[in-house]
């Protein structure tokens, strides 16, 4: 059974940071694209970053400078750490795989987890 499971979203103040992980540990296809995405009430879902198998990534502009998106290969694990956190940020993240690679449209990926929430007021 194919999984991705994202954890450590929560409430912080603007200025504030959050680390989000994504359980790979029941994801098969980690030699393809992973990536996060975000949904805020009533907007489409929207790419946030982008990381290669082979550790390239890519940024939404409305994150470059303040979020990092890495592999760690040993833990099996996604992370998004996210730093000067505004309201606009505000939303249900989720971690996406697929076979394309960098791509941060949410047609590219096949595999989904639940969401994590982030709220920042």
């Known amino acids: 059974h194919v999984q991705l499971v994202e954890s450590g979203g929560g409430s912080v103040q603007a200025g504030g940071s959050l680390r989000l992980s994504c359980d790979l540990s029941?994801?098969?296809?980690?030699?393809?694209?992973l990536a996060w995405f975000r949904q805020a009430p009533g907007k489409a879902r929207e790419g946030v970053a982008a990381?290669?198998?082979?550790?390239?990534?890519l940024y939404a502009d409305s994150v470059k400078g303040r979020f990092t998106i890495s592999r760690d290969n040993a833990e099996n694990t996604l992370l998004l750490e996210m730093n000067e956190l505004k309201p606009e940020d505000t939303g249900t993240y989720y971690c996406?795989?697929?076979?394309?690679?960098?791509?941060?449209?949410?047609?590219?990926?096949?595999?989904w987890g639940r969401g994590t929430q982030v709220t920042v007021s």
């Open positions: 996406a795989g697929g076979a394309w690679q960098l791509l941060l449209r949410p047609t590219a990926y096949n595999y």
């Open positions: 029941s994801y098969p296809y980690k030699q393809y694209g």
């Open positions: 990381i290669s198998s082979a550790g390239a990534t």
